[in-house]
């Protein structure tokens, strides 16, 4: 395995959900590479599939919904056909996920200190002698995150605590496995701004410490031009752009990219009246042929009913899926 | 957030739950006295016979505070029931005090209820953690199916149903009769099969409906998966995550149902000759024996009061939000 | 309505119902014999042609008795339920409209009536009341009476809560106004289920105290003391006894699929106004 060998390669991911004898695709063949070290945010409104994908690339979803994907490597592994009990031993140890709401996301009738015992037990289980940076201990560990008395907490139980100092824990525990890839799934959305960057500052720092790759899902611009190094938007799902963060975001070439940063702008500004896209990201896209954006697009054009775009390159490193850039 | 300060906190909540009992038990001793009052018949004949003379009746009701108002006839009955006598049986056991025959049979009701208890939640946690498991599939049908038949059957007929294959049929255990538990443990868990099958069965039924319920939410719930993307294995996962937090609302669901299985043990303590307090409130109904009839109404209220306190007790200890913390 | 055709076991319920209500209702009239026609060429004949559930030690055939005491069972419990639930959702409505004191009452009187297992609650009313049918309705009610009120109760403070009810309560709308037109159509589908649930219940309750004795008396027949009398000579003649448990059994069955159907049915509707 080479250094340039990326961490994680998706080709051609699809996800379908099963609901009485209708079938519903909610992913539509998506490709993307994170490499090692590399954090790729993952952007798009609630409804674009973009949780869908984190969920299945780490197959949490429920039974009703099936993975399918050309092909899924991940470092030295092939995950698109790997059983399920192989791939169980992979989850939590190479691969992790943090999730977005970080109150339900602990066991309430357990301590913090139950919780972090255990994800520290799981890394020493499965490589026995390898030490984390913590030595086993989970003050240490928490105090790491940011949590100034944590022997105070260790025996408290989740819903004594906030949002932000569970969401700590939680990534302090996630971290505490000792993963190769890490998927987040909007961390900070349920959380206060001032506790947002804090939490977002924690992440950056332990990813750049332990060259840690991340997939971050989020539906916030800003945050993901301040964390990414390159971005995916989605939109129906699909990928509509992908390429660096910088050049996404001030060139945006497809025209959702550029309406989702108009609407950021216009926010950020507090203008008088707001850019606003109409309608709405609907599960008709989908359905439609032709270009899935088409019924909503500002520069839409007669082929683009008709024609479903592929990606386009239209720089070394930065795709797009619109018929403006077809040849 | 001292240990002392949980304790505390603790015990004050334990007090005003068992307080509230002590205030229910005293009522519902208070309705079953006035009701008895409203019920036809006069005491002193039922007891003494047709033939007593009118200076007997009228010694026998001066004896009972019998012509006495109402509330002062239930303080005075309330006031020897904390002295742990519940007056003499009238009529089924003439002269017999009430509170040694209670003694005598009590021990034996509460043996059956508890086996009845035992086989029924052991029974639920097999079922209902199979169909919750495998929910849809074949494995789930059968045994929601099972449960819906199992709530519908009458809990006598059940006996007869259980009596006629394993008893005359099979031959493996008594028809009648009832070794009781300080003669023979061995003996009393033999004989008291059946019967303890027979209440259990719709309890069974009842619970494994439940608690597949509760495992199938707990299983959606967020931390499930979380623990599932840690990698922690599928069995412990089930346990500490799924079935540890679904254990509060069935305890606490099936702790309201418990009143059933007391209720069972009336009819068939009678079909199986079981020397209960069940047999002795239905011998002592037909008897119009008042004081006995009373009294059991009351052992089953203190019976089902201190289930209630118990199973709230289980609750509030596994549940780390009821302490007060 | 689509939704509760395409639930199986609903239907099954549904269609196990009607068929014992028809039964019910018409057998009398269509069986060829009346329950205390005494055929002695025949006394305890197991089930066969001329009598598909066999006979009694009387030579009185099993099912048309059958017939005849499931109606007195259903009556009764059918009344009894009815009753309670009509006290008790009143009950339960006052409840939790007015609050204070009234729900402290209400809520009390329940908790102490729950505090009674079911059946030594119906046990004691009858030694209390003298066995009679009438008797077994009382009791039927009240031991019912507090789980709807509480469940009324419940619900009614979940619903009394929502826009709609306290837009009504701005317009001045009269207060048993807004109990019976806008909180109870809300609540009337728990309601529905839980006196389903209580009919099938009530049966049982009634069987037991008949079969003992202490309930409907005879020259009425009743599904209980027909079992009571199959229990003489169980181990001769089984089918009695069986049958007329098998019987209640199928009936219950057919209920309680019933009310968990349209448990399963009435479940989202209930957070959207009728």
Redesign the interface.
Known sequence: MTADAPALEVVELKTTFFSRGRAAEVINGISFSVARGEIVGLVGESGSGKTVTGLSI?R?LPEHAEVEAKRIRFGQYELAEMSDSKF??????EL??I?Q?PV???????TIGWHLR??MA?RKNRQAGMEDGWQGDPLALLRDMGIRAPDRIIDA?S??LSGGMLQRV?IG?VLA?GPQLIVADEPTTNLDNLVERQILELIRHHQRRLGLSVLFITHDLTIARELCDRIAVMYAGEIVEIGPAAAVLDEPQHPYAASLLRTARSLERHEASLFELPGEPGGNARLRSGCRFAARCPSVMQPCQIEHPALVRVSPQHQARCLLHAQ | MGVIGGVTTRLIWYSQRFTGALLLAVMGAGLIFFAMHAAPGDPALAALGESATPEAIAAFRRHWHLDDPVPLQFLWWLASAFRGRFGESLTIASGTPVAALIAARLPNTIFIGLYALLLAVLTSIAAGTIAALRRGRNADVIATSTAIFGISMPDFWLSYMLIYAFALGAGWFPAYGFVQPQVSLAAAIHSGTLPALAIAAPMAASFTRILRACLIEELQ???V????????GKLFVFV??VF??ALIPYITVIGLQIRYIFGGTVIIERIFGVPGIGSLMVDAGFARDFPVVQACALAFLLCVLVVNLTVDAICTA????RTG? | MTGFLSNRSACLGAGITLVVIVAVAAGPYLSVYSPTDMDFLALLSPPGWKHPFGTDSFGRDVLTRILYGARVSILVSVTGVCLASIVGTAAGLLAANFGGWIEAVVMRAADLLLSFPSFVLALFLMVVLGFSIASVTVAIMLVYLPIFARLSRNTATLVKDEPWVQAARLFGQPVHSILAREILPNIAAPILVQAATGVAFGIIIEAGLSFLGLGVQPPNPSLGSIMADGREYFARAPWVLTMTGLTISTALLGLNLLSDGMRDLMDPKLRSRI
């Not at chain 1, 169980?88 to 140890?93: D, E, F, H, W």
């Open positions: 780490l949490l169980a031993s992979l989850r939590g140890s992790a996920m999730f709401d339900g996301s602990f066991n309430p009738a357990k255990h994800a799981r139980y819903h004594q939680l525990m496995l | 719930k967020d931390h998966r979380v623990a599932r993307s840690f990698g922690y500490h995550f540890r937090n596994l549940n780390p939000r913390r």
